[in-house]
């Protein structure tokens, strides 16, 4: 007998796991550059294993979810998320936290081959994409709340360890959740077969959407993972920025439903990125309570990004099955690990150029900082015209699609 609520809560917390890795992690990273004497190069890097061990777990996740099933998989991300925890704790210094973070990425890896697909699985229709928004809901919702205490724990000048130690308890509760459980078959006939999976992902559409993925993963992340360095300057608090931005994804994520029910995949995800360039705009060039503005347009843009990225490919390419999903997740996250030391490097050489130019202190990190910024709004404006071609393209492939899938 499967128990889909307790699935689908224990999924929720698993996804809570990598938020708090997400957003505590941001919250202390000016701390780890202090304690370890790291540039924002190497805090790059060390941001990077966390995107580099995300993709890979997804993408061998999605290759053996129908070998080895949903379950052990998710016993592999319990394992990592505790080691990781534990190592980041006692890691020492630069090469201790790679290795830490790289194993926190393979369980958040883990958690997505298992759990998109195992959704996708268990619900059907309307009730699959209303499903996958509100999992994906608790991504930015658990952000909320590790943003949160972690600030409040950084102005009671509490040790960054103690931040890190917070990350076990979602680690606990989703391992508890999942024990003993029993998970849905695949629904889809042929889904399970990798040569079928791999005819579907070599259709045009599904090699379009592999291209999206890789900008909507990096405009999502690449802001909100700097938020601490680069909007510490800017006369409004960083990790409440990220407390608003998450907050108003979660909520956003859990109305999904009637939104793409009105606007199709596609409406919403090409008004997604017009408001997601609006906001990475608007970051680059406003101070003090504009910057909230900013954020609020932001996470207008990036709210539904993930989920119905995912969400298409399911109902619009289904054969590609978990292999496809993993793909698809698995390569925007390792686009936002091979950007992260890039933007690192940006703000070095911004910095660099702003204190030639004579300015020194605040003034000269809010200028580097917005410099960063403005170069990043490249990523979402390319997707209004890459969602735009989509929108046409696939007006009629809902049924096209049906009948292909009926035929295998």
């Known amino acids: 007998m499967i128990n889909k609520a307790r699935l689908f809560n224990g999924s929720c ?3 809570i796991t990598t938020a708090f890795s997400f957003s505590i992690r941001a919250g202390i990273l000016a701390q780890l550059g202090t304690e370890f004497n790291l540039t924002a190069e190497q805090l790059g890097f060390i941001n990077s294993m966390w995107f580099l061990g995300f993709p890979l777990a997804m993408i061998i996740g999605g290759l053996v979810y129908h070998t080895v099933g949903p379950k052990k998989i998710m016993m592999i991300a319990f394992v990592s998320h505790a080691l990781g925890i534990i190592l980041t704790i006692y890691s020492g210094g630069y090469t201790g936290l790679l290795i830490s973070t790289f194993l926190i990425g393979l369980g958040n890896g883990c958690t997505e081959a298992a759990c998109n697909p195992m959704i996708a ?3 059907s229709g309307a009730e699959m994409s209303k499903m996958l928004n509100r999992f994906h809901m608790w991504f930015p919702g658990g952000i909320v709340v590790g943003s949160l205490i972690s600030k409040f724990m ?5 040790g960054w360890q103690a931040q890190i130690w917070l990350i076990m308890v979602p680690t606990l509760i989703y391992a508890y959740l999942f024990w003993g459980q029993a998970f849905p078959k695949p629904k ?12 579907a992902m070599a259709t045009p559409l599904y090699i379009f959407m592999f291209c999206c993925m890789a900008l909507t993963a990096i405009s999502e992340f690449g802001p909100q993972q700097w938020t601490g360095l680069i909007m510490s300057k800017s006369g409004a608090s960083p990790m409440l920025i990220l407390a608003l931005v998450t907050g108003l994804m979660a909520v956003i994520r859990y109305f999904a439903g009637p ?10 995800l090409l008004g997604s990125a ?20 900013s954020a609020v347009f932001f996470a207008m843009g990036v709210a539904l990004f993930w989920p119905n990225m995912i969400g298409f490919i399911a109902e619009k390419v289904p054969l590609s099955g978990a292999l496809g999903m993993s793909i698809l997740g698995g390569v925007g996250m390792f686009s936002t690990s091979i950007f992260q030391p890039i933007i690192g490097q940006w703000i070095d050489d911004a910095r660099a150029e702003k204190t030639a130019l004579g300015l020194t202190g605040d003034e000269m990190e809010l200028a580097a900082g917005q410099a960063t910024l403005s170069t990043m709004a490249i990523f979402p404006a390319v997707l209004i015209v890459a969602f735009a071609i989509l929108y046409f393209w696939t007006r009629n492939y809902k049924a096209e699609t049906s009948a292909t899938a009926a035929a295998h």
């Open 121 to 123: 699985d268990t619900y």
């Open 154 to 158: 950084t102005d009671a000048n509490t």
């Open 274 to 293: 017009v408001l997601a360039t609006i906001g990475v705009y608007l970051f680059s060039t406003q101070t003090g309570t504009m910057a909230y503005v």
């Open 188 to 199: 889809t006939e042929g889904v399970t077969s990798l040569g079928e999976n791999l005819k």
């Open 13 to 15: 917390f698993a996804l």
């Open 259 to 268: 939104i793409v029910a009105k606007f199709g995949q596609q409406g919403v």
